[in-house]
């Protein structure tokens, strides 16, 4: 696995909206760039990515990576890299499903990406039912939250 940088990556910005292109193809698989790690967070923002229960890493350029509900990568936590979902193009825009990093959004908002599977309203994993995450690489801390959530939810039932 070629692990590239930054380098190999745009921020493109078009009526106020920014975007993540790459100057370069990827396979399926292909790792694209580490995530950055150096400025840890127990809060989130905008421009942070949820790593863990209580942790945030502000990410800078991939802070342009867009949400949609068919992203071309996928953010893994565990080794903090961007990976390839599938074959990308050069110059095509990269995208992540947000609900597999981010548990609850402070900043929810209404998802356009077009795709038939999209899910609407972009508000974190916490917010979506078990059917449509299971179609979803998720993170390991957003698979132990729902099942904590699963279990308190059992224990109200009872």
Same mark, same amino acid.
């Given at each position: 696995?070629?692990?590239?940088?930054?380098?190999?990556?745009?921020?493109? $910005? @078009?009526?106020?909206?920014? $975007?993540? +292109?790459? =100057?370069?193809?990827?396979?399926?698989?292909?790792?694209?760039?580490?995530? !950055? %790690? @150096?400025?840890? %967070?127990?809060? !989130?923002?905008?421009?942070?990515?949820?790593?863990?229960?209580?942790?945030?890493?502000?990410?800078?350029?991939?802070?342009? #990576?867009?949400? %949609?509900?068919?992203?071309?990568?996928?953010?893994?936590?565990?080794?903090?890299?961007? /990976?390839?979902?599938?074959?990308?193009? =050069?110059?095509?825009?990269?995208?992540?499903?947000? !609900?597999?990093?981010?548990?609850?959004?402070?900043?929810?908002? &209404?998802? #356009?990406?077009?795709? $038939? %599977?999209?899910?609407? +309203?972009?508000?974190?994993?916490?917010?979506? !039912? #078990?059917?449509? #995450?299971?179609?979803?690489?998720?993170?390991?801390?957003?698979?132990?939250?729902? &099942?904590?959530?699963?279990?308190?939810?059992?224990?109200? /039932?009872?």
């Amino acid at each position: 696995m070629t692990v590239t940088t930054m380098e190999t990556l745009i921020v493109k $910005s @078009e009526n106020k909206f920014k $975007s993540l +292109v790459t =100057k370069q193809t990827y396979k399926k698989g292909d790792a694209i760039c580490d995530m !950055p %790690s @150096e400025n840890i %967070s127990d809060k !989130p923002n905008r421009f942070t990515v949820q790593i863990a229960r209580d942790r945030h890493t502000h990410v800078g350029k991939l802070a342009a #990576l867009n949400h %949609s509900c068919d992203p071309n990568v996928m953010l893994d936590t565990h080794r903090m890299m961007v /990976i390839a979902r599938r074959d990308i193009e =050069k110059g095509e825009e990269l995208s992540f499903f947000y !609900p597999s990093t981010e548990w609850e959004m402070n900043a929810p908002f &209404i998802c #356009l990406c077009g795709s $038939s %599977s999209c899910i609407h +309203v972009v508000a974190g994993a916490r917010f979506l !039912p #078990l059917s449509t #995450l299971e179609n979803h690489f998720l993170n390991k801390h957003i698979r132990e939250m729902m &099942i904590e959530l699963l279990n308190n939810t059992q224990n109200h /039932i009872s």
